[in-house]
């Protein structure tokens, strides 16, 4: 167990519907990113958050949207779902903002679009 | 803007034999470097990381990697293979310096140790 903590483990959705996933960072970590590991494109850094703010986006699309709570969790919303954005989300978590010395990963969310 | 470039997508080695990943990074700032490994079905968990000190950096599971700047290189070895090495491998750079706050991974490597 690394610590963090991702809910569910899978998902299965209809094409147009919308999800949420949720993290838990590992304890005392203040930053939380957003990853998606796909076949065709590898793994891509979606979105991070520090300490409630974000605090850098990369290929995240606007049909997708995030956000970090007080108590320092997480969820990723995915809307309007097609059948590209199967794939495995990954969150990880790091005690600071630049993931210096690494990142923690979550066990990921297996998000299949039917 | 940082890169990485894992230049093998898939390494296949007799278990007891010699492992050599290779990696090759660019980055406008001094470089954070880390290998990841995931196993089927598994999160992805932190080998090792070399963050500006020691060049040679030991990791978990007898793994080892050098980080050589003159030729932007940062290719992880095992002196002997297991069965249970078989996994995905990622190379992953982090800039420090830089307003850069996310890490970008290579495409991975696929480990395969044959019997």
């Known amino acids: 167990d690394s610590g963090v903590t991702q809910t569910p483990k899978h998902l299965i959705t209809a094409t147009g519907q919308r999800v949420t996933l949720r993290c838990s960072p590992r304890?005392?970590?203040?930053?939380v990113y957003w990853y998606q590991q796909s076949l065709d494109q590898g793994l891509q850094f979606l979105i991070q958050y520090y300490n409630g703010e974000e605090r850098a986006k990369g290929n995240i699309l606007e049909r997708f949207s995030a956000q970090q709570f007080p108590d320092l969790h997480s969820e990723l919303n995915l809307s309007s779902l097609e059948l590209g954005d199967s794939a495995l989300y990954f969150c990880?978590?790091?005690?600071?903002?630049?993931?210096?010395?690494?990142?923690?990963f979550g066990s990921g969310t297996r998000l299949t679009v039917v | 803007a940082q890169s990485v470039t894992q230049l093998d997508s898939h390494v296949s080695v007799s278990e007891g034999t010699p492992v050599l990943l290779r990696c090759n990074y660019s980055s406008s700032y001094s470089p954070s470097l880390f290998w990841y490994v995931q196993h089927p079905n598994k999160g992805l968990q932190l080998l090792l990381k070399y963050t500006s000190a020691a060049t040679l950096v030991k990791g978990i599971n007898g793994f080892e990697a050098e980080f050589k700047k003159s030729e932007t290189s940062f290719h992880l070895t095992k002196p002997s293979a297991h069965m249970s090495d078989a996994a995905e491998y990622f190379c992953v750079v982090s800039e420090n310096g830089g307003s850069n706050y996310k890490l970008t991974f290579g495409k991975g490597t696929l480990l395969t140790v044959n019997p």
């Open positions: 990880a978590s790091s005690q600071g903002n630049r993931g210096l010395y690494g990142y923690t």
């Open positions: 304890s005392g970590d203040l930053s």
